[in-house]
C-alpha cells in the first residue's frame, strides 16, 4: 500500500498541495536533513515506506542507518528510543497502530514519560512516538482505535493530534524539535492514502520551507455564534461538513481543532463556550473517562453557568470497536451523529 | 505415515486454497478498479494464508475437537483445518448476523468455542492464551492439549518468550508452533531475528525443538506429531518450527516491491501442487480422484460464501450488545 | 512483611472485625471452597501471602496448584489467566502494583476486555485481576498511581476499588462470581497492614459467611446537604474525617463512595448533587482525562444547572507521582486539601 | 589480573558494603519499635545490595565514565562502583533538595547524566534503555558501552529478550549482565527459570555467555573484561550471569520466612569476609590497610548522611516542576 506520486499536485493557483502523509515525510526529511541527530525507527518504517505512509522515501534518501526497520519487539525498539534520546539523538519512533501500546505501555508512560521529572529535570527525553489511530474501514476491535485519552490522562508526554496536512507539518517539526515526548497520533483517513477512502481535506497546501507549529494551540477551523463544537483529527472535517451543512438551516456553527490534547488549550474552549453558551464534543475515542469529560470539568471548574444547554458527547460508546459496517459506523462520530448532536444541542 | 493420511492431508490443503482463493476473490470483486480498503463485500485487512496450508493440515491432523488452538491475524488455514465451522466463519468474514461472531469480530477474531479455536490481531498475544488452556486442561486432569501458532517474526516479542518459559516450567501441554514465512510485512527474517531459527531458542526453556526446513506437509505431520504426542502423555510443550512461504502479499493490497526475486522463488515452490504430483506419482490418487477433491472444495466453500451472503447484516444497534456477559 | 494476627480481633460487642487484606483473603477463600474452578495465580501470593496480605494463608489452605507463585512474566501469566477462563476456570490473577500495567496491557484491554465481545457474546472470560494502588508512603513514581481511570476509559472490564473491609469481601465475592473480566483495584494504605500507617476503617466488621457486594451500587457513606463529595478507595476515609471536622463548623457534607468506575453508579451521584449543587470530587487517579472529568460530563449532559458553584477537583496534578515527603504529600489528595476544597465549593 | 587491581576491587566492595550498612541503619532508625514503611528519614521500600558487591565492583572497573549503565530496583552497588556521586545519592535517598533528581525519585530512580547511569523500578525495563545507549554510541561512532544489569527473575521477563535480540541482531556494544541471587522476592530461581542458567538462552541471540558460578570478584572481573572489550571493539553484546547472594532480605521489612536455611548459607558465604581473607592471606593486604580502607569508607559513608541531613527538603510546590523540560 504504497503512496503514490497522485498525491502531490499543483494546482493551476501554484500552491503546492501535499496528503498529510507527504506533509508529514517532508517534516521529518528536513528535520533530518537540519539534524544529524534525527532518526527513524519503527517496524516496516523502511522498504515498505510505512504501513501508513509516514516514511515513504526516507530510506532511500537517508539510508538504512537512519532509517531503521525493526523487529517486532515494541517494548525493546521503544526503549531502545528512550536510550538513544538520553544519549543525545532525536529519535522518531513508529509504533505502527496506537491499538498495539499495551504491549510497550511501561516504557512509554513510566520511562519516557517519568524519566525527566524522576531525575529533577536533568535527563532529557527528546522523542517522538507516532502512531496511526482511528477506524472506519472495518478493521476490527484491535486496530481502529484512537486511545488518546489514555495518554493524555497520564503526565509527562505531550500528546498532539494533527488533522490536516499543514498541520501535520509544522507539529511534526515542532514535536522533533521539542526537549520532551511527543506522542504524535495522525489518523489513516486524513493520510490521503491512495487504497483508503480520502478525505477531501487530507490534501492541502503545505509551505516548502521548514515551520514550527507551536504544540498546545487550537485552531478555530469555523467561527460561528451557535453552538461550539470541540474536536479533533478526522472528526475535524466531519464536522466542518456538518457545519456548512446546517449552515444553509440557520444553525452557526464554531468548530474548534484541539490539535493537541496535552497541553490542553483551555483559553481557546472556555473563549468559544463563552460565546455560544453550548458545547458539543466530538471524539472517535471512548466516551467515558476520556476528552469529553475533561472538557466538561474545564467547564465545570470554570463556570458551570457557561452552558445554556446540556452537553452533547458524539463518541464511541464504550464497546470494542465493532467488525461490521453497519455496527462500527454504529459506533462511530459519523456526520449523521455529528449532525444530531449539534440539532440536539442547539435545541431546534 | 499411512496411505490414507496423505489424502486427508491432502484434502485438507486443497480445502484450504479454495476457501483463500475464494476470499480473495470475493474480498477484490467490488475493490477495482481503485482498491479502497474500507469497500466492498469484506472490507479491512485480510490476511491469506496460501502457501501455509502445509502447516494447518499437518498439525491440525493431531489434534481433537477439543483440543484448543490460538491463531494469530493469518488463522484461516488453521481455522479450517482444525475444524471450525465454514459456515460461520466465512458469515464473519462478511460481517453477517450469523457469523461466528456475529459480525463483531471480522477475520482477525475468529472464536469457535465448540472447537476451542480462537486467534488475535496482536502479534504473539495468543500464545499465553494457550499456556492457559493447556493451564486448566491440566488441572481439569484431562489429556487435552492446546497448540500456539505464531509467525517467525512473532517469535521476537516479549510474550512470546515468556510463554515459553511459563510452559516449560509447569510443565504443560503445549504445542508452540512457528510459521516461518520468512517475512514480517516486509521485513525479512534477517533483519527481525538474531539466530538462523528459532529452533536454536528452545533449548533456552528446556524443551524440545524441531525444525521442518521444506514446508512439506508430511514433515509438518510427523513433527507435530511428536509434539502433539508428548504433550498428551504431560511430558511438557515443545517448540516447532516450519519454514514455510507466503505466496501472495502480507494482506491484500500489498505490492510486495521488497520481495524482488524470492517472489518468483516462492511462487515456484508452492507446496499444494507439488504434493499433489507426488501422491498422483505415487499412485496414491489419480486425476479423477483430485478432481473429485477439488470440486467437493469448491461446492463446499461457494456454499458457505452463500450462506454468508444470504445473512442479515447485523442491526446497527447490536453494536451496544455483548460488552458484558 | 506478613500481616499478622492482632489484625483479627473480636471487640466485646461480639462482632468480629478484619482488616481489608484478612477480608479479601476470607473471600478468596470461600470461593476457593465452593468452586474448584476458582485459583489464584501472582508473583509472591504463595508462601510470601501477596506482598500486601491480599492472599496470605491461601497456599497453606489450598496448596501451590490453586495458589501459584509465578515468574516475572505478566504478560505471560494474565495472558494464562484468560486462557484457563475461557477453558473453564475462575483465575484470580494478582498484578502486584497497577503500576506494572505497561508490561502487559495488551493482555488486559485488548484480550481479556474484548474477546468476549469479539467472539459475538460466545466466549466468556470469567476472571478477577487485582492489583494494589496508591501512593503516600514514599515508594515513588512507579510504585505509587491509582491509574483505575485508565482501566474505566477501556471498555469491557468492570473496574472495582473497594474502600474497607465489609465491601472488599463482598466486592470480591461478587466478581469472582461474575462472568466478566473485573479489575479490583485495593488501596494499599486501605489494606490494615502491620507494616504501614493505619487508618482506623481499615479494619471493621465483617459477616463471616460469604456474601456478594452488586457491583455498581456507589455508597452514600455520609448524608449531608451542603455539597457533595464524590470519591473512592482511601479518600474515602480522609473524606469522612474530614467531614466531621467540617460538620463541626457547620458544614454538612454528603460524602459518596463510588465502590466501582465500571459501572459508574450516575444515579446516585445526579441524585446527591440534584441536592447539594456543589461537587467535590476526590481522586488520588492523575487530574485530567480521568473520573473527575467523567463526573463533570455526567452532570453536565444531564443539566448543567445543577452546580451552584463551580466544581472543584482534588487530585493529582498531572505530575509524576514524587517521592520526596513534602512533595508527595503536596500532590496527593491529603485531608487538608480536602477540605480547602470543600471550603471553597461551599464557598466559606 | 594484576594486585593493584585486586585490592582496589576489595575497596569497592567496602565502599558498597559500608553505604548498605550505613542506609540500613538510617532507614530503620525512625521506624522502630514499630516498622512504618513511610515513616523516618529514608521512607519507601528500601532494595540493598549486601552480598552482590562482586557484580558491581567486577564489572564496573571495566567501565569509564562515558559508558552507560541502567541497574534495577537494587542500584546502590551499581552507582557507586560505577561513580554516581555518593553525596548526590544520598540526598536523593534521604529526599533532599541536593539530590540527584531534586528528591522527585528517590532510591529506585537514581540519574547522574555525568557518569550515564540510570536506574528503574520496573523489573527488566532498563535493558531496552541500555540497547538504545549502544544504539547511540555506535551512530556516534564512539567505543563506548552500554551495560544492562537485571536480576534472574527480571530474565523471564519478555522485553529483556527483545533487547537480547535487538542487541545481536544490530551488533551492539552491551553488556547484559544477570545477577542472579537466587531470589525474586520470595520465588527461588527453580521456581521462575525453566532452565538451569540463563547462560542457556545466550545463544538463543547467538551472543557468548558467560557463567560466574562462585560470586568472586576475580571471576566477575575476568568475565566482564571480555564481555567489555568485545563490546568496545565493536564485536557485539554479550550475555553474562553471575550466582551471586541476596544477604538481606527482598526489601527491608521481608521477614524472608521462606527463606529457610538457605539463609543461614548465603550468609556464611558473604563474599567481603572471604575476599579480604584472601588478600590478606596473598599478602596484597595487611590488617593496617583493611582498617584504612574500611575507615575511608566510612568517613566517605558518613559524609554523604551528613551532607544529605544538612540539605534542605524540597518547598512542596517544587512537585509541580520538571514535568516538562
Ligand atoms: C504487537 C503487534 N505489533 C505489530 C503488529 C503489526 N503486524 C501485523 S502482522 C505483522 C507481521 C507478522 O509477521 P509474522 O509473525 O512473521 O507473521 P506473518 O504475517 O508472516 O504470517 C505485523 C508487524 C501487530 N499486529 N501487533
Ligand atoms: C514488571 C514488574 N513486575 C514486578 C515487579 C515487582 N518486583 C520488584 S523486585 C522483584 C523481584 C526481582 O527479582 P530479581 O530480578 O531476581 O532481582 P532481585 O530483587 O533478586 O535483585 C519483583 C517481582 C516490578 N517491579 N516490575
Ligand atoms: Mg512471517
Ligand atoms: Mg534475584
Same mark, same amino acid.
Given at each position: $500500500?504504497?503512496?503514490?506520486?497522485?498525491?502531490?499536485?499543483?494546482?493551476?493557483?501554484?500552491?503546492?498541495?501535499?496528503?498529510?502523509?507527504?506533509?508529514?515525510?517532508?517534516?521529518?526529511?528536513?528535520?533530518?536533513?537540519?539534524?544529524?541527530?534525527? @532518526?527513524?525507527?519503527?517496524?516496516?518504517?523502511?522498504?515498505?515506506?510505512?504501513? @501508513?505512509?509516514?516514511?515513504?522515501?526516507?530510506?532511500?534518501?537517508?539510508?538504512?542507518?537512519?532509517? $531503521?526497520?525493526?523487529?517486532?519487539?515494541?517494548?525493546? @525498539?521503544?526503549? /531502545?528510543?528512550?536510550?538513544?534520546?538520553?544519549?543525545?539523538?532525536?529519535?522518531?519512533?513508529?509504533?505502527?497502530?496506537?491499538?498495539?501500546?499495551?504491549?510497550?505501555?511501561?516504557?512509554?508512560?513510566? !520511562?519516557?514519560?517519568?524519566? !525527566?521529572?524522576?531525575?529533577?529535570?536533568?535527563?532529557?527525553?527528546?522523542?517522538?512516538?507516532?502512531?496511526?489511530?482511528?477506524?472506519?474501514?472495518?478493521?476490527? /476491535?484491535?486496530?481502529?482505535?484512537?486511545?488518546?485519552?489514555?495518554?493524555?490522562?497520564?503526565?509527562?508526554?505531550?500528546?498532539?493530534?494533527?488533522?490536516?496536512?499543514?498541520?501535520?507539518?509544522?507539529?511534526?517539526?515542532?514535536?522533533?524539535?521539542?526537549?520532551?515526548?511527543?506522542?504524535?497520533?495522525?489518523?489513516?483517513?486524513?493520510?490521503?492514502?491512495?487504497?483508503?477512502?480520502?478525505?477531501?481535506?487530507?490534501?492541502?497546501?503545505?509551505?516548502?520551507?521548514?515551520?514550527?507549529?507551536?504544540?498546545?494551540?487550537?485552531?478555530?477551523?469555523?467561527?460561528?455564534?451557535?453552538?461550539?463544537?470541540?474536536?479533533?483529527?478526522?472528526?475535524? !472535517?466531519?464536522?466542518?461538513?456538518?457545519?456548512?451543512?446546517?449552515?444553509?438551516?440557520?444553525?452557526?456553527?464554531?468548530?474548534?481543532?484541539?490539535?493537541?490534547?496535552?497541553?490542553?488549550?483551555?483559553?481557546?474552549?472556555?473563549?468559544?463556550?463563552?460565546?455560544?453558551?453550548?458545547?458539543?464534543?466530538?471524539?472517535?475515542?471512548?466516551?467515558?473517562?476520556?476528552?469529553?469529560?475533561?472538557? /466538561?470539568?474545564?467547564?465545570?471548574?470554570?463556570?458551570?453557568?457557561?452552558?445554556? /444547554?446540556?452537553?452533547?458527547?458524539?463518541?464511541?460508546?464504550?464497546?470494542?470497536?465493532?467488525?461490521?459496517?453497519?455496527?462500527?459506523? @454504529?459506533?462511530?462520530?459519523?456526520?449523521?451523529?455529528?449532525?444530531?448532536?449539534?440539532?440536539?444541542?442547539?435545541?431546534? | 505415515?499411512?496411505?490414507?493420511?496423505?489424502?486427508?492431508?491432502?484434502?485438507?490443503?486443497?480445502?484450504?486454497?479454495?476457501?483463500?482463493?475464494?476470499?480473495?476473490?470475493?474480498?477484490?470483486?467490488?475493490?477495482?478498479?481503485?482498491?479502497?480498503?474500507?469497500?466492498?463485500?469484506?472490507?479491512?485487512?485480510?490476511?491469506?494464508?496460501?502457501?501455509?496450508?502445509?502447516?494447518?493440515?499437518?498439525?491440525?491432523?493431531?489434534? #481433537?475437537?477439543?483440543?484448543?488452538?490460538?491463531?494469530?491475524?493469518?488463522?484461516?488455514?488453521?481455522?479450517?483445518?482444525?475444524?471450525?465451522?465454514?459456515?460461520?466463519?466465512?458469515?464473519?468474514?462478511?460481517?453477517?448476523?450469523?457469523?461466528?461472531?456475529?459480525?463483531?469480530?471480522?477475520?482477525?477474531?475468529?472464536?469457535?468455542?465448540?472447537?476451542?479455536?480462537?486467534?488475535?490481531?496482536?502479534?504473539?498475544?495468543?500464545?499465553?492464551?494457550?499456556?492457559?488452556?493447556?493451564?486448566?486442561?491440566?488441572? =481439569?486432569?484431562?489429556?487435552?492439549?492446546?497448540?500456539?501458532?505464531?509467525?517467525?517474526?512473532?517469535?521476537? =516479542?516479549?510474550?512470546?518468550?515468556?510463554?515459553?518459559?511459563?510452559?516449560?516450567?509447569? #510443565?504443560?501441554?503445549?504445542?508452540?508452533?512457528?510459521?516461518?514465512?520468512?517475512?514480517?510485512?516486509?521485513?525479512?527474517?534477517?533483519?527481525?531475528?538474531?539466530?538462523?531459527?528459532?529452533?536454536?531458542?528452545?533449548?533456552?526453556?528446556?524443551?524440545?525443538?524441531?525444525?521442518?526446513?521444506?514446508?512439506?506437509?508430511?514433515?509438518?505431520?510427523?513433527?507435530?506429531?511428536?509434539?502433539?504426542?508428548?504433550?498428551?502423555?504431560?511430558?511438557?510443550?515443545?517448540?516447532?518450527?516450519?519454514?514455510?512461504?507466503?505466496?501472495?502479499?502480507?494482506?491484500?493490497?500489498?505490492?510486495?516491491?521488497?520481495?524482488?526475486?524470492?517472489?518468483?522463488?516462492? =511462487?515456484?515452490?508452492?507446496?499444494?501442487?507439488?504434493?499433489?504430483?507426488?501422491?498422483?506419482?505415487?499412485?496414491?490418487?489419480?486425476?479423477?480422484?483430485?478432481?473429485?477433491?477439488?470440486?467437493?472444495?469448491?461446492?463446499?466453500?461457494?456454499?458457505?460464501?452463500?450462506?454468508?451472503?444470504?445473512?442479515?447484516?447485523?442491526?446497527?444497534?447490536?453494536?451496544?450488545?455483548?460488552?458484558?456477559?
Amino acid at each position: $500500500m504504497t503512496v503514490t506520486d497522485t498525491t502531490t499536485n499543483k494546482p493551476s493557483s501554484g500552491v503546492r498541495r501535499l496528503t498529510t502523509a507527504r506533509a508529514m515525510v517532508e517534516a521529518i526529511a528536513q528535520e533530518m536533513e537540519r539534524d544529524p541527530s534525527v @532518526f527513524v525507527m519503527g517496524e516496516d518504517v523502511g522498504a515498505y515506506g510505512g504501513i @501508513f505512509g509516514s516514511t515513504t522515501g526516507l530510506l532511500e534518501r537517508f539510508g538504512s542507518e537512519r532509517v $531503521m526497520d525493526t523487529p517486532i519487539s515494541e517494548t525493546g @525498539f521503544i526503549g /531502545a528510543g528512550i536510550g538513544a534520546a538520553i544519549e543525545g539523538m532525536r529519535p522518531i519512533v513508529e509504533l505502527m497502530f496506537v491499538d498495539f501500546f499495551g504491549v510497550c505501555m511501561d516504557q512509554i508512560y513510566n !520511562h519516557m514519560a517519568k524519566i !525527566h521529572y524522576e531525575s529533577g529535570g536533568h535527563v532529557k527525553v527528546p522523542m517522538v512516538l507516532m502512531a496511526a489511530v482511528g477506524g472506519g474501514y472495518s478493521d476490527g /476491535a484491535q486496530h481502529s482505535q484512537c486511545l488518546w485519552g489514555t495518554f493524555a490522562h497520564l503526565p509527562g508526554m505531550k500528546v498532539v493530534v494533527p488533522s490536516n496536512p499543514a498541520d501535520a507539518k509544522g507539529l511534526m517539526i515542532a514535536a522533533i524539535r521539542d526537549d520532551n515526548p511527543v506522542i504524535y497520533l495522525f489518523h489513516k483517513g486524513v493520510m490521503g492514502l491512495p487504497w483508503m477512502a480520502k478525505n477531501s481535506r487530507a490534501i492541502g497546501p503545505v509551505p516548502e520551507e521548514p515551520y514550527e507549529l507551536p504544540i498546545g494551540k487550537a485552531a478555530v477551523v469555523r467561527e460561528g455564534r451557535d453552538a461550539t463544537v470541540v474536536t479533533l483529527s478526522l472528526s475535524v !472535517h466531519h464536522t466542518l461538513d456538518v457545519a456548512d451543512e446546517l449552515a444553509a438551516q440557520g444553525i452557526d456553527v464554531e468548530v474548534i481543532d484541539l490539535r493537541s490534547l496535552v497541553p490542553l488549550d483551555g483559553e481557546t474552549v472556555l473563549a468559544s463556550v463563552a460565546k455560544t453558551g453550548r458545547l458539543v464534543v466530538v471524539d472517535e475515542d471512548y466516551r467515558s473517562f476520556g476528552l469529553s469529560g475533561e472538557l /466538561a470539568a474545564l467547564i465545570a471548574e470554570h463556570d458551570p453557568g457557561m452552558l445554556r /444547554a446540556p452537553l452533547v458527547r458524539v463518541a464511541v460508546p464504550d464497546v470494542p470497536i465493532p467488525y461490521a459496517r453497519p455496527l462500527e459506523r @454504529f459506533v462511530l462520530p459519523t456526520p449523521e451523529r455529528i449532525k444530531s448532536g449539534i440539532v440536539s444541542v442547539v435545541g431546534r | 505415515m499411512g496411505e490414507d493420511i496423505k489424502v486427508q492431508l491432502y484434502t485438507t490443503m486443497v480445502r484450504i486454497r479454495t476457501y483463500e482463493e475464494a476470499i480473495l476473490r470475493e474480498y477484490h470483486r467490488d475493490k477495482s478498479p481503485v482498491f479502497d480498503i474500507g469497500a466492498g463485500r469484506i472490507p479491512g485487512e485480510m490476511h491469506l494464508s496460501a502457501g501455509q496450508e502445509p502447516v494447518a493440515a499437518g498439525l491440525c491432523a493431531h489434534l #481433537r475437537p477439543d483440543d484448543a488452538i490460538t491463531a494469530p491475524h493469518r488463522p484461516h488455514h488453521l481455522a479450517l483445518a482444525h475444524g471450525v465451522d465454514m459456515k460461520r466463519m466465512t458469515a464473519e468474514i462478511f460481517g453477517r448476523e450469523s457469523g461466528l461472531g456475529r459480525g463483531k469480530g471480522g477475520h482477525m477474531h475468529l472464536f469457535d468455542p465448540a472447537v476451542h479455536f480462537g486467534c488475535s490481531g496482536i502479534i504473539a498475544q495468543g500464545a499465553p492464551t494457550a499456556v492457559g488452556a493447556a493451564l486448566a486442561f491440566k488441572r =481439569q486432569g484431562s489429556d487435552r492439549v492446546a497448540v500456539s501458532v505464531v509467525g517467525e517474526g512473532a517469535a521476537n =516479542q516479549g510474550g512470546f518468550h515468556e510463554s515459553l518459559n511459563l510452559a516449560s516450567l509447569w #510443565r504443560l501441554p503445549v504445542v508452540f508452533v512457528i510459521e516461518d514465512n520468512g517475512w514480517g510485512i516486509s521485513v525479512p527474517r534477517s533483519a527481525s531475528t538474531s539466530v538462523p531459527s528459532n529452533i536454536d531458542r528452545a533449548a533456552g526453556y528446556a524443551m524440545p525443538g524441531e525444525l521442518v526446513e521444506d514446508n512439506s506437509v508430511d514433515g509438518v505431520y510427523e513433527a507435530a506429531g511428536r509434539a502433539v504426542t508428548r504433550a498428551r502423555k504431560g511430558e511438557g510443550p515443545t517448540l516447532l518450527e516450519i519454514r514455510t512461504i507466503r505466496l501472495w502479499g502480507h494482506f491484500e493490497g500489498d505490492a510486495q516491491a521488497y520481495r524482488g526475486e524470492e517472489l518468483a522463488q516462492a =511462487q515456484a515452490s508452492d507446496p499444494l501442487p507439488i504434493y499433489e504430483q507426488r501422491l498422483l506419482k505415487d499412485g496414491l490418487l489419480d486425476e479423477a480422484a483430485v478432481a473429485a477433491i477439488k470440486e467437493q472444495a469448491v461446492n463446499e466453500v461457494e456454499d458457505a460464501i452463500a450462506f454468508a451472503l444470504s445473512s442479515a447484516e447485523p442491526a446497527p444497534e447490536e453494536a451496544l450488545e455483548d460488552v458484558f456477559a
